[in-house]
């Protein structure tokens, strides 16, 4: 069974203990995303910086070279240089992979991809995880809530460049591990 796993920085893994170079080298093998993986092989097409229309180009150009994979994404703000808006390329993927019989899982870094939907009803929620409040919750951040909210609001250490560390995402997993259990691993 193959995990492919698309985002930015985050899924990338940029500044985990094991992220080689921080940005330019490999990507980490900690990550909510990894561990889902767990021990199936694993490919991370995710890197720092990207908007939601690169993790799209660079997931279906993984997925169009394998077969009999899951896929997990977490989606970057919206604010991010592309030329359709963040619901457009959730719905163009989400098509391309019910199209392809591919189980997936979405989420995202903050909910603000989710609350600035023109085109809310054409997502499939169900194909979800997203946030509960963190311990400390915010009162401006709206619910539902995305890993970056979640991980600061839970008061999770960040790095220097305000990436989620290794505790943010290992709670993160074990939250989103029924979920991605239910809708990913046990399709494959």
């Given at each position: 069974m193959i995990i492919v796993a698309g985002g930015d920085s985050v899924i990338f893994g940029s500044e985990l203990q094991?992220?080689?170079?921080?940005?330019?080298?490999?990507?980490?093998?900690?990550?909510?995303?990894?561990?889902?993986?767990?021990?199936?092989?694993?490919?991370?097409?995710?890197?720092?910086?990207?908007?939601?229309?690169?993790?799209?180009?660079?997931?279906?150009?993984?997925?169009?070279?394998?077969?009999?994979?899951?896929?997990?994404?977490?989606?970057?703000?919206?604010?991010?240089?592309d030329e359709l808006t963040a619901d457009q390329h959730i719905i163009k993927l989400q098509a391309y992979l019910k199209d392809r019989d591919i189980p997936y899982l979405f989420t995202c870094l903050d909910n603000c991809v989710c609350n600035e939907s023109q085109r809310i009803d054409e997502i499939d929620w169900t194909h979800w995880f997203l946030f509960p409040a963190g311990t400390i919750p915010i009162q401006e951040t709206l619910n539902p809530r995305g890993f970056y909210q979640w991980a600061v609001e839970s008061k999770y250490k960040v790095g220097p460049d305000m990436h989620p560390l290794e505790d943010a995402h290992q709670a993160a997993y074990n939250l989103m591990k029924g979920k991605f259990d239910e809708l990913v691993t046990k399709h494959l």
């Amino acid at each position: 069974m193959i995990i492919v796993a698309g985002g930015d920085s985050v899924i990338f893994g940029s500044e985990l203990q094991d992220c080689a170079n921080g940005y330019a080298g490999s990507f980490s093998y900690k990550t909510f995303a990894a561990l889902l993986a767990g021990n199936n092989e694993y490919y991370c097409t995710a890197y720092p910086g990207i908007g939601n229309g690169e993790i799209v180009k660079r997931l279906r150009e993984k997925l169009d070279t394998i077969e009999h994979c899951g896929v997990i994404v977490s989606w970057t703000w919206p604010y991010r240089t592309d030329e359709l808006t963040a619901d457009q390329h959730i719905i163009k993927l989400q098509a391309y992979l019910k199209d392809r019989d591919i189980p997936y899982l979405f989420t995202c870094l903050d909910n603000c991809v989710c609350n600035e939907s023109q085109r809310i009803d054409e997502i499939d929620w169900t194909h979800w995880f997203l946030f509960p409040a963190g311990t400390i919750p915010i009162q401006e951040t709206l619910n539902p809530r995305g890993f970056y909210q979640w991980a600061v609001e839970s008061k999770y250490k960040v790095g220097p460049d305000m990436h989620p560390l290794e505790d943010a995402h290992q709670a993160a997993y074990n939250l989103m591990k029924g979920k991605f259990d239910e809708l990913v691993t046990k399709h494959l």
